[in-house]
């Protein structure tokens, strides 16, 4: 159906005749309603316009190999903070060099891919969001359908001018150990673990402490995604998956380093929920001896 010349004019003859219904349907897709989750054929239209960022969130070797044509790259890994606790969020100033040296500015219009591990892309979205920036995006696809659709790649390093951003933590897509604790059992609060129901049952566990932090229902990330683990589900699972949750209230997710429970956030974002992470999550949780425990299942939504 598509060609598979990465030249950019036959490429885009190709697309466009392919696409034209759902080109012409999402035109400003990125005009005044920045859309959370975004296909690749919306990103492709918008290949060259110069108020979109793409970002490529896998490692520095797979995006010199290969990667969308105009991307800069920006490794989930270089999110984590460098030094005893790596399962944390990077600092302000780590953010700000590794941001800056890719040209993303505070108002810049951000498109973020991965590949088959759609965790990765969640926690540079959460990560994004967390330190202020308004207008960030998810293709709802790995970077292997990209290039199995014909789509324009490039092994050339993208070379944007620095810029001077400036991360700002927004308290409410952030929890700390502290603001878990204060909330525990409160009425107002969800709290939900998305690791798998081995680990939040205590059957299993990535620490040497076993279970789950009291009052979290269990969702595992699993559940929120297709079967290839490369998208989330459409929006109408996604709605039954959360039918229970009450949006209204404020949702804290986490599971073992950040991953899984940034595929949660990005799941309760697309559907307009108020949500945070906890960023030092179970890991952090479990290195507290006089934190509460358990392995009781708590009340919890119907999942598929």
């Known amino acids: 159906m598509y ?20 080109l012409t ?10 859309n959370i989750l975004t296909e690749p054929e919306q990103v492709y239209q918008h290949l060259e316009d110069p108020s979109i960022v793409i970002v490529d969130v896998r490692s520095p070797e797979m995006y010199h190999e290969s990667h969308i044509t ?7 890994k270089q999110t984590f903070a460098i030094g005893n606790r790596a399962d944390l969020v990077a600092s302000v100033a780590e953010l700000r060099n590794l941001f800056s040296s890719s040209g993303i500015q505070n108002e ?6 991965g590949d088959n591990k759609f965790k990765d892309v969640s926690r540079v979205f959460w990560v994004l969001e967390m330190y202020g920036f308004k207008y960030v995006s998810v293709m709802n696809a790995g970077f292997s359908e990209w290039q199995s659709m014909g789509l324009p790649t490039s092994n050339k390093k993208t070379h944007k001018p620095k810029s001077t951003v400036i991360p700002d933590i927004k308290p409410e897509r952030f929890a700390t ?17 998305g ?9 299993e566990s990535k620490t040497a402490v076993y279970g789950h932090i009291p009052g979290a229902i269990n969702i595992p990330s699993s559940t929120n995604l297709s079967v290839d683990g ?3 589900i459409p929006n109408q699972d996604l709605e039954m998956l959360y039918k229970d949750i009450d949006k209204d209230k404020f949702t804290t997710v986490y599971c073992n380093k950040g991953k899984q429970s940034a595929i949660i956030y990005l799941s309760l974002r697309r559907l307009g929920a108020n949500v945070r992470a906890y960023d030092g999550s179970w890991y952090e949780w479990s290195l507290y001896p006089d934190l509460p425990k358990s392995t009781y299942r708590e009340d919890k939504p119907d999942i598929m």
């Not at 810049?108 to 891919?113: D, H, N, Q």
């Open 230 to 232: 490369t998208r989330l």
């Open 177 to 193: 150990l502290l603001n878990v604790l204060s909330s525990l059992y409160k009425d107002n609060h969800i709290l939900i673990d």
């Open 195 to 203: 690791r798998p129901e081995n680990e939040y049952m205590g059957l």
């Open 3 to 22: 060609s598979k010349s990465t030249e950019m004019g036959s490429c885009r003859v190709t697309i466009l005749l392919g696409f034209i219904a759902v």
């Open 25 to 34: 349907s999402h035109v400003n897709v990125y005009a005044n309603n920045f």
């Open 108 to 113: 810049s219009k951000i498109v973020l891919y």
């Open 70 to 76: 105009g991307a800069v790259s920006v490794p989930v």
